[in-house]
């Protein structure tokens, strides 16, 4: 079964005053993070995004060129029908998710994809804390039985086909989440163990208990060194930072010997304890033999990723007593903010000569220090 998110972002935030899904948590928008979270998950084939008229563009500056990003309904209902009607061009089964819970985990992930897979549509829930009552014009007409309650949350998983039926038998009667269309159409639907900490940013109040679990995110920190000597073979082009430096001679490597790249790449897989470039990339497998380096560090950014980490910031020093490194800056920091695929300002790059001493100074190689620090909630 290929599973699909669909990230309801269309809110217009009436309850808030503003599109809570774009407010700014410990670095992210709210919405970033729930969708970090499915782009982590192994088993997510595709997210569709479902934007409002006013997030639209903002999504897809974001996202870039290559994301399912579409204009969303009236409605949440209409949203979420337009979102896996899109969706069944990746796949047969739906987790619909809304944009301002940032804090759904892959475990939660896991649970309703299970229930899903046994035919069973599916949602998260917790307990209900507080006594419910049921009142008309401020007299209690009942008191419920908390034992029987919970607080629905999502993600809300079911078969695309399942769901597109439901809302046809239902018409354009509303409902307030994804499994109520099952219900109204008379299909079974299950609860699946929830977390408090997936609430969703509705009123102010919640925006500042979702800063207090943003701004408890882990981070660690890797450091990665790297020198290589210049090569006498004339015809090696050099590489640093994913950039050619034309005209200079190359250094001497089983790949491109990018020093750059692979002390990013270590710092980065050495912050998420994931071994090093040699355990990744050995030196005896002929495959990396003359590969471009970047191919080294978008393969640890997938690593990292995958155990939920993303990158806070890299920097990088460069030790060369030539050519003049600085000159290529700017281009070095593009080159491996792409292959990050993060902004170019999370990148840091200098460089310095070596003062004329030791082997770097005597010009026989280059070397590369960096640090990388990863972040998670
Ligand atoms: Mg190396």
């Keep these: 079964m290929k599973t699909v998110a669909v990230l309801l972002a269309a809110g217009n935030g009436t309850r808030f005053g503003a599109d809570k899904t774009q407010i700014d948590l410990a670095g992210r928008p709210v919405w970033r993070w729930s969708y970090d979270v499915f782009a982590t998950h192994p088993n997510i084939e595709e997210i569709v995004v479902v934007a409002g008229s006013g997030n639209l563009p903002i999504l897809r500056a974001e996202l870039g060129p290559s994301a399912v990003i579409v204009p969303g ?83 809300q998983g079911a078969r695309i086909a399942d769901l597109l039926q439901a809302y046809a038998t239902i018409g354009g009667k509303e409902t307030t989440d994804d499994l109520s269309v099952l219900e109204a159409a008379g299909s079974p639907t299950t609860i699946v163990e929830g977390e408090t900490r997936n609430f969703k940013v509705t009123l102010p109040e919640d925006l500042l208990r979702a800063q207090a679990i943003a701004g408890r995110t882990e981070s660690r920190t890797g450091i990665g060194y790297d020198v290589h000597r210049f090569s006498e073979d004339a015809s090696r082009h050099l590489w640093l930072g994913g950039v050619l430096f034309e005209g200079e001679i190359g250094l001497e490597g089983h790949s491109d ?32 033999r003359n590969l471009r380096s970047e191919h080294f560090l978008k393969h640890a950014v997938a690593l990292v990723r995958e155990h939920g980490w993303r990158l806070a910031n890299l920097d990088i020093a460069i030790l060369a007593e030539t050519p003049r490194i600085m000159r290529q800056a700017l281009a070095m920091r593009e080159a491996i903010a792409r292959a990050m695929a993060v902004e170019i300002e999370r990148i840091g790059l200098k460089a310095t000569t070596n003062e004329g001493l030791g082997a770097i100074g005597r010009s026989e190689g280059i070397a590369a220090f960096a640090t990388a620090t990863i972040v998670r909630p």
């Design 257 to 288: 010997a990018d020093v750059v790249m692979h002390a990013a790449t270590d710092a980065l897989l050495g912050a998420a304890a994931l071994g090093d470039i040699g355990v990744h990339f050995p030196n005896t497998d002929e495959r990396w």
């Design 73 to 155: 309904g009236a409605t949440r209902q209409a949203s979420a029908r337009i979102g896996v009607e899109k969706a069944r061009e990746f796949g047969d089964a739906v987790l619909i998710h809304d944009a301002a819970r940032p804090f759904v985990s892959h475990a939660v992930l896991d649970r309703v994809m299970a229930e899903v897979a046994e035919g069973r549509a599916a949602a998260p829930g917790v307990p209900v804390a507080d006594t419910v009552k049921r009142v008309r014009s401020g007299a209690v007409t009942e008191t419920l039985d908390r034992s029987e309650l919970v607080a629905v949350q999502t993600p």
